[in-house]
């Protein structure tokens, strides 16, 4: 099970930390990633992290302003955003997979296709 955590109201230009907490059958080797999908627009892949190398992965509208990272004793990820623009609002999904593979955009591919989502918090940047 994965639950979100940490979204909220918040202006442009501030910050907020996601959380993706995972509980139950756990992975040896996992990626997780976070996913956002805004009102008639389609879901978009935003990061994932591995476990088996640590590598990570940012889609090219968040590189440099967000930052995933995992807490493995607390089993949960997390996603830093700051410098938040309006553009970034959306509903934030956490999905997991377990893969060994690096984080790239093909593990994106994978988290997409995963059985493991979470239910979802809201962000709402506003201008």
């Known amino acids: 099970q994965l639950v979100e955590s940490g979204g909220g109201l918040v202006q442009a230009g501030g910050s907020l930390r996601l959380s993706c907490a995972a509980s139950?059958?756990?992975?040896?080797?996992?990626?997780i990633g976070w996913f956002r999908q805004a009102p008639g627009k389609e879901r978009e892949g935003v990061s994932c992290?591995?476990?088996?190398?640590?590598?990570?992965y940012y889609a090219d509208s968040v590189k440099g302003r967000f930052t995933i990272s995992s807490d493995n004793a607390k089993n949960t990820v997390y996603l830093q955003m700051n410098s938040l623009k309006p553009e970034d609002t959306a509903i934030y999904y956490c999905?997991?997979?377990?893969?060994?593979?690096?984080?790239?955009?093909?593990?994106?591919?994978?988290?997409?296709?995963?059985?493991?989502w979470g239910q979802g918090t809201q962000v709402t940047v506003s201008s």
């Open positions: 999905a997991a997979d377990g893969t060994p593979a690096a984080a790239t955009a093909q593990t994106m591919g994978v988290l997409e296709e995963s059985d493991y």
């Open positions: 139950g059958s756990t992975f040896d080797d996992y990626a």
């Open positions: 992290i591995s476990s088996s190398d640590g590598s990570t």
